[in-house]
């Protein structure tokens, strides 16, 4: 039973920092890509931010230049450093990881955490 356990998240000021880690257990041998998500009050989930096991990340438009991604391919753990926080980055952060599958198996395999919240006070 693959697990993501997500922890970090908490309530801050605006222009604060956090820092969120995700760490992934149960079986997984391979893993291509971890990120984060986020759903805000009334949108949908969205990416956040992605990080491939060779260290190629992509950021949300949003996020870039505050948030940073990283990952320990070795520990199946991933990181996301907020700073500069604003009060719309509000929300419920989500761990994802994606491990590879033939596609007539069924495709990618996409796993996700609980989910951790994430409040920033103006």
């Known amino acids: 039973q693959v697990q993501l356990v997500e922890s970090g998240g908490g309530l801050v000021q605006a222009g604060g920092s956090l820092r969120l880690s995700c760490v992934a257990s149960?079986?997984?041998?391979?893993?291509?890509?971890m990120g984060w998500y986020r759903q805000s009050p009334g949108k949908q989930r969205e990416m956040v931010a992605v990080i491939t096991s060779g260290g190629s990340a992509n950021y949300a438009d949003s996020v870039k230049g505050r948030f940073t991604i990283s990952s320990d391919n070795a520990r199946k753990t991933v990181f996301l450093t907020m700073n500069s926080l604003k009060p719309e980055d509000t929300g419920v952060y989500y761990c994802?990881?994606?491990?590879?599958?033939?596609?007539?198996?069924?495709?990618?395999?996409?796993?996700w955490g609980q989910g951790t919240r994430v409040t920033i006070s103006s």
């Open positions: 994802h990881a994606g491990a590879p599958r033939p596609l007539q198996e069924g495709g990618p395999y996409a796993y």
């Open positions: 149960g079986g997984i041998l391979s893993i291509n890509t």
